[in-house]
């Protein structure tokens, strides 16, 4: 044990005080590892050949060079071709293949390795690196960037040892946490912290959930493994909140339970079946309970259904959906990671507070459909003014096909709205539908400042369509 001057600090005394002092320090800084500590070195010890180092390579393509995009050090009328720009048709040289390095651990003594989607996404070539330094070719089996989880399989000449998966439902915030893996590609780093928060939504997707810890995840430390104190497998690291690129002391993984399933259904086909509702969902606020009537924020509230859906004639826009699957939802991202792990096909049990009564419903679990569009929130220009700070105009099929809103969905575009009006601080923007107001429907503006005059509860409950999306919110009309 080594002992930093800059750590201890001795009294400036003389016979056997300053002696008795001394040999105080001394002891002090002479102390036996204790069990804690051998205890962490040993799952160190036992965990640490299961992880495993993932080289990535791309190939580069030779690409157009214009103007000051491309760095021109080396070539002999690089300085002519910043100032200018490169000739047209010019190619830039190319350099090799990329290279990116990242982490991973073995699953399966017959080969699987589990690492992230973004680790190995577009490679041409992946080599795991085992902890005795022997490498080989991998396949990729399949990947999820939705949950940013890949398979890979090699061919080792033997057995490989394994890690086990824990429950990451049952770590609680505060214990102790182990990372290994690669950072900055130094091969088997260990660092070890707690964990500082669970069920992290880092906006990564619907379908993941992160575990936070402040053991150092940095660079390198991608798709590699977090332990708890039983040298399971608790979580995937995954992401990393930095200003600068290194560890702040915010990392987080995806948790281990999602990665069984998905790597389950990886194996099995190497694509990734997720249950679907069918609906479209928000978290309940306070102010939209106040307006629906009810006490509790909490559940996912059902904004839209669609047409063809598992949830189509059984659940009922407004809903809020408590439980599924005797689950309890507490908010809107609680909702798609229970269905989304859920089999295709199950008979699924949901309880929905419906009209301010509980009931419960049954459906089954369809396959989800991935799918993304991009909206354009410009309109016609129309002018109406309204008691909610707005400028609405009708849709129109010109309106409506840029903004993405289907031959289904009536209402009035929002234009314009003030700055500090009930509108605004509810959230609406410009380009969104105004479909209802309470109960009433707002095909026209003249229905909507109908709806407005006649409105009896406040805050109001407005149902608006942005971008094909149905969600409510809660408008003070007062």
Do not use: C
């Not at 109406?384 to 575009?413: I, K």
């Amino acid at each position: 044990m080594s002992i930093r001057k800059s750590s201890l600090l001795l009294p400036r005394a003389t016979g056997l005080v300053g002696a008795s002092a001394l040999s105080a320090a001394l002891l002090a800084t002479t102390a036996l590892p204790s069990m804690a500590d051998e205890a962490l070195a040993d799952l160190v010890e036992s965990v640490s050949p299961s992880v495993v180092t993932i080289i990535a390579e791309q190939d580069v393509v030779p690409t157009q060079a214009q103007g000051q995009n491309f760095d021109f050090e080396d070539h002999p009328f690089g300085e002519f071709f910043k100032r200018f720009g490169a000739p047209e048709g010019f190619q830039a040289p190319q350099r090799g293949p990329a290279q990116g390095l990242g982490s991973g651990f073995v699953l399966d003594e017959a080969g699987y390795i589990i690492t992230n989607h973004h680790v190995v996404d577009n490679a041409t070539t992946v080599t795991v690196r085992l902890s005795d330094d022997r490498s080989y070719e991998a396949e990729i089996v399949g990947t999820d960037p939705l949950t940013d989880i890949a398979v890979l399989k090699i061919e080792a000449d033997e057995a490989l040892q394994a890690v086990e998966l824990g429950d990451s439902d049952v770590i609680r915030v505060g214990e102790d946490v182990v990372a290994i893996g690669n950072p900055f590609g130094l091969h088997s780093t260990v660092t070890t912290g707690i964990v500082s928060a669970k069920g992290r939504n880092i906006s990564a997707g619907p379908y993941a959930e992160f575990i936070q810890t402040d053991a150092a995840i940095n660079k390198g430390n991608s798709g590699g493994p977090l332990f708890n104190m039983e040298g399971e497998v608790i979580g995937v690291n995954s992401a990393i909140y930095s200003p600068t690129g290194g560890s702040v002391g915010l990392g987080f993984a995806v948790t281990s339970n999602i990665v069984e399933h998905i790597a389950a259904d990886l194996r099995d086909d190497g694509q990734v079946s997720r249950g679907w509702l069918g609906v479209s969902i928000q978290n309940v606020s306070p102010e939209i309970a106040a307006a629906m009537g009810i006490d509790a924020s909490t559940g996912a509230l059902v904004s839209d259904i669609v047409a063809g859906s598992p949830a189509e004639g059984v659940l009922e826009q407004g809903d809020v959906i408590l439980t599924f699957n005797d689950e309890a939802v507490d908010s809107s991202s609680d909702l798609p990671i229970l269905v989304g792990t859920t089999k295709v096909g199950t008979d699924s049990t949901l309880t929905v507070l419906r009209n301010g009564k509980e009931e419960t419903v049954e459906l089954t679990i369809g396959q989800h459909q991935s799918a993304s569009a991009e909206i354009d929130k410009s309109v016609d220009e129309g002018i109406s003014g309204t008691t909610l700070g707005v400028t609405v105009a009708p849709l129109t099929d010109s309106n409506r096909a840029q903004m993405g809103v289907g031959e289904n969905v009536d209402g009035v575009v929002v234009t314009d709205l003030q700055p500090d009006s009930p509108a605004a601080k509810a959230g609406l923007q410009r380009g969104d539908v105004i479909v209802k107001l309470g109960s009433q429907e707002t095909v026209t503006p003249d229905a909507l400042k109908a709806a407005l005059d006649s409105e009896k509860t406040d805050p109001a409950l407005v149902l608006i369509n942005r971008g094909g999306n149905q969600i409510f919110v809660a408008v003070e009309i007062a």
